[in-house]
């Protein structure tokens, strides 16, 4: 059965201008503002948090592991299409747009060039499904005019928006498969040449991505660097996933129905049931 479960909830962003950062993802983006603070905001959907910005000490971005974009999945192709016609009214910048198949994709970058997915599920019905369990994307011209023509007018992002995915910047496909599939019990669902796994909790084409595209010799994140702070999964075998870590010597921080490591890539990472 398709898993339509959320497995990615959250995650946090340190940035230079939070100020700017907030405007961006609420005015542009669409998303509502749940908490504010002097130097942290928290943004949402239906009073769940999805983004959170933390202010830090001013820097410039670095090229290192980190985030290569932050997926947010809408309930429908009529949303997404009013979710399109939004960021056109708002001249808010898109970067391109695609067909894969399984979804229909919007891409952009932030004010800080934190890059953004916005898409929707098209039917399974009509995902390409192996019989080995992988499920094949495609890259195809987005059908702009259809989405917009039967576009669900909004301002915002629509109730039932969650994040869909997270797609990472990485220096190892092989390490970073290693964690995912091994430790945390994700299934690969699509190797596209080498450069990009991509795996999933279920039945779904992919809760997380990894590529190698910016190279693999990539330093490791800094805590408190500028981007990709940390994410949280959601996973209902903790219990397996601990002992996992155990046996890899991967240390972690355990708070009984929450625990705390770092991935791969030096990024924190969250995991509860």
């Known amino acids: 059965m398709y898993n339509d479960n959320l497995v990615v909830d959250s995650y946090l962003l340190y940035v230079n201008n939070l100020a700017l950062m907030t405007k961006y993802y609420t005015h542009n983006i669409g998303l509502n503002l749940l908490e504010k603070g002097q130097h942290q905001t928290i943004l949402g ?4 948090p ?7 000490n ?3 971005k670095r090229k290192a592991t980190g985030l290569y ?6 309930p429908s192709a009529a949303d997404l299409g009013g979710v399109l016609l939004h960021l056109l009214n708002t001249n808010t910048a898109l970067i391109g747009g695609a067909n894969h198949g399984y979804s229909e ?13 916005i ?3 098209n039917p399974v019905e009509v995902w390409d499904v192996r019989t080995d369990g992988q499920i094949i994307g495609i890259t195809e011209e987005l059908d702009a005019t259809r989405l917009i023509e039967n576009a669900k007018i909004t301002s915002k992002m629509p109730s039932g928006t969650k994040i869909g995915h997270i797609h990472l910047q990485v ?5 970073n498969l290693a964690f995912y599939q091994d430790i945390l019990g994700f299934d690969l669902k699509s190797n596209l040449a080498n450069s990009a796994y991509f795996l999933a909790d ?7 991505a990894t590529n190698i595209w910016a190279g693999e010799n990539l330093p490791l994140r800094k805590d408190s660097e500028l981007g990709l702070g940390y994410y949280t999964l959601k996973k209902n075998n903790l219990d397996v996933i601990k002992e996992n870590l155990q046996k890899a010597k991967i240390t972690f921080k355990d708070y009984g129905h929450r625990i705390q490591t770092l991935d791969p890539n030096g990024i924190k990472l969250l995991i509860e049931e």
Request: negative net charge; charged residues 15%.
């Open 50 to 56: 999805l983004l959170i910005l933390k202010e830090t």
């Open 105 to 117: 994709a919007l891409y952009l970058q932030d004010p800080e060039d934190n890059g953004i997915e």
């Open 45 to 48: 959907i239906d009073n769940h």
């Open 69 to 74: 974009h932050t997926a947010f999945l809408v």
């Open 58 to 60: 001013p820097q410039t």
């Open 202 to 208: 279920g039945l779904y084409h992919h809760h997380i």
């Open 119 to 121: 898409y929707h599920d």
């Open 171 to 175: 220096n190892s496909l092989a390490n």
